[in-house]
């Protein structure tokens, strides 16, 4: 260590307090609802190695803190003071830009004409161009519908700012007032970030702050491997699934290997599918990046709450995630929904680690983010917008219930109230609430998903749900728990025209159209019939448990009052089985999946996949499922299939693998 450890603490708390400030001011000055109200953006400070040095606790999307400027910088060539440089391109910036909604600023900062470190600055903005309004699509199989695609150049040079740059922006987006808008916050949150290092700095001497940059993040990964030791060391195997890809409805599966050793952790996606003609691939390009890592991160911070956010947390993981594969895509696959796939990622992570420290990590959350946009056209042109940034509960755990209507996974977005909604956006909200009966079953029960119910007030006005899923598998119970219940999206429900929708593209809507969304609720946690009849009760008082609810999963019941019939109860409770194997509980959907399409021979299908070029292997994997899904009963995953017939199509799907070993060979 450089420096004694009271002054790189009070170095290190002023620099995390720079973070802060920066934050602030952005989302002060912000335009759209977007960044203002959900707090879709972030900033920091990176050291010259790129990495952050600085990241806000309470402000902000904390889970890019693993993220990194410095191809970024050397992408935009030779800098001097003043200069910033704007990218949103995946690929081209090393990953700091996660799709091409994502703005990322960064201004290099100089003290007495020595480079002293960078600030960071990104909002997700309303809309970048492309196929669809918001841009982002399921549905887009190249990063070329998506919108306009910003390698890393200078925004400003030397304090002027690249009106030409500028022009590119206005002229490749619905929203141009309100991008412009954003942009100038940011820059404003770099110019607080900016000042308010040049005081510390005046404080301490460029020497003492950036020695305290290697100290402080040599001093979180130290603490990093300290949490991660008190999990038990081995190799384990997790599998979830994405619904599908949107395009060919066929599940995509995640592989997820971790080895434990000595407080390092190794992650090995060998075994997840290839990347997908859709928008669900990550770009992570091979590396530790934040959408393959942020439950880890949350585990060493649930370990070490007082441990400060910065690159080190990310030091004692390394990755093996298959070039082409849907966790580190190639250009120029689609990349908009990749929080889809970060999702599942964040389940499987949860799952594998879980193995490792059972009383530790909860049940699967409700694994979906979905930014529900409607785009109208509105007096000063096209209106694009999130309405509310949709997710479920969380998983419970050892000796907690799950939290209702708030997931824990990869988003920490805030909802926006109901009436600014109203105020931007031509929508009647109806109901926005907790979804009664979705929380897995369990001891301690899985936490609730929402309801969202509005009513369009524009004829014309278009719907766009992107992330939608759990739709198919559901969040995952632990140790007898049981899976939350999937997530429904229907038009106008309840009269002669409604419709039960999958995932959509772009819906339109006429006025008086009513759409609600309801999602998945989180898996529970332990025998559900060894839940307090107290706690279930309070759930029925509550309103997120059903009298219903109570005595088919809890084995409760529920007489006038509401009081707990406390001998009908225990009668009730002999008279069911004993608990449940320890283990995850998928449910009936994933367990008929897995009755062809076994773990096993799916890892022959996938292993024989990347030993075929990349161009041919999507093809070649939606034939194979194509061919053996064509014999079984549409949405068969509904109901288990016959012993015989589930065999069948084993036996068919071994065939085709065999076909394709072959053709690797």
Not at 80 to 90: A, F, L, R, S
Not at 312 to 323: Q, R, S, Y
Request: with cysteine; proline share 6%; hydrophobic share 40%.
């Amino acid at each position: 260590m450089r420096l004694d450890p009271v002054t790189l603490e009070i170095v290190g708390n002023k620099l995390a307090a720079v973070t802060e400030e920066m934050c602030l001011t952005l989302q002060r000055t912000s335009r759209s609802l977007y960044v203002k109200e959900t707090a879709d953006f972030c900033c920091a400070v990176a050291g010259l190695d790129g990495g952050f040095v600085a990241y806000p606790r309470g402000i902000g999307v904390s889970g890019f803190v693993g993220l990194n400027v410095l191809t970024a910088v050397e992408r935009a060539g030779p800098l001097e003071p003043g200069d910033v440089i704007i990218t949103n391109d995946p690929y081209t910036s090393g990953g700091l830009a996660t799709h091409l909604t994502d703005i990322q600023l960064i201004e290099p900062y100089f003290e007495d004409g020595r480079l002293v470190g960078y600030g960071w600055a990104f909002i997700h903005c309303s809309d970048i161009g492309g196929r669809v309004p918001s841009s982002l699509s399921p549905v887009n199989d190249e990063i070329y519908q998506e919108g306009l695609q910003i390698p890393p150049v200078k925004l400003v040079r030397a304090g002027e700012v690249n009106r030409d740059v500028e022009a590119f922006l206005t002229a490749n987006s619905r929203t141009p007032e309100a991008n412009l808008g954003d942009i100038r916050a940011m820059r404003a949150a770099l110019g607080t970030g900016r000042d308010r290092l040049a005081g510390v700095i005046a404080q301490h001497g460029t020497d003492s702050v950036l020695d305290a940059y290697r100290d402080l993040v040599d001093h979180t990964a130290e603490k990093a491997r300290a949490a991660l030791a008190r999990l038990d060391d081995g190799t384990y195997r997790f599998v979830d699934y994405l619904d599908d890809d949107a395009v060919s409805g066929i599940p995509v599966r995640l592989s997820i290997t971790a080895t434990l050793s000595r407080g390092d952790l190794h992650l090995d996606f060998t075994g997840t599918d290839p990347q997908v003609a859709a928008a669900f691939n990550i770009a992570s390009l091979g590396r530790a990046h934040a959408w393959i890592t942020t439950r880890v991160l949350a585990l060493i911070c649930t370990l070490d709450p007082g441990i400060a956010l910065n690159a080190g947390l990310i030091k004692p993981i390394t990755v093996t995630a298959p070039e082409g594969s849907l966790v580190n895509a190639v250009r120029p696959a689609a990349v908009g929904i990749r929080h889809a796939a970060a999702s599942r990622v964040n389940d499987a992570l949860g799952g594998v680690l879980g193995l490792a420290a059972p009383s530790i990590l909860p049940a699967a959350g409700s694994g979906l983010v979905v930014p529900v946009v409607v785009a109208e056209q509105g007096p000063l042109g096209q209106n694009v917008q999130v309405l509310e940034p949709m997710v479920g509960g969380t998983g419970a755990r050892d000796g907690a219930d799950g939290v209702d209507g708030r997931d824990s996974g990869i988003s920490n977005l805030s909802n926006n109230p109901v009436e600014t909604v109203e105020t931007e956006i031509g929508v009647e909200i109806l109901r926005y609430g907790l979804r009664r009966d979705s929380g897995g079953a369990g001891r301690w029960r899985g936490g609730c998903g929402l309801e969202l119910t509005f009513r369009a007030r524009r004829s014309g006005s278009r719907l766009l749900a992107r992330g939608l899923e759990r739709m198919r598998f559901r969040p995952w119970g632990a140790r007898g728990g049981r899976p939350g219940v999937p997530a429904r999206l229907i038009l106008n429900a309840g009269t002669p025209h409604e419709r039960v929708l999958d995932k959509i593209d772009v819906l339109a809507l006429e006025d008086g159209d009513v759409v609600t969304l309801l999602t998945s609720g989180a898996g529970g946690y332990g025998d559900p019939l060894l839940r307090a009849a107290d706690a279930v009760l309070t759930d029925v008082r509550r309103g997120v448990v059903s009298p219903e609810a109570a005595r088919r999963d809890y084995g409760v019941v529920i007489a006038e009052g509401p009081a707990v019939d406390e001998e009908a109860t225990r009668r009730e409770r002999a008279s069911r089985p004993g608990p449940a194997e320890p283990g995850a509980e998928f449910g009936p959907e994933r367990l008929a999946w897995e009755s062809v399409f076994s773990v096993e021979l799916v890892d022959r299908l996938v292993a024989a996949l990347f030993r075929l070029p990349a161009a041919d292997r999507s093809r070649l994997r939606a034939g194979v499922y194509a061919e053996v899904l064509a014999d079984l009963p549409p949405g068969f995953i509904r109901e288990p299939l016959e012993p015989s017939r589930a065999e069948t199509a084993r036996e068919r799907l071994t065939g085709r693998i065999v076909e394709l070993e072959r053709l690797a060979r």
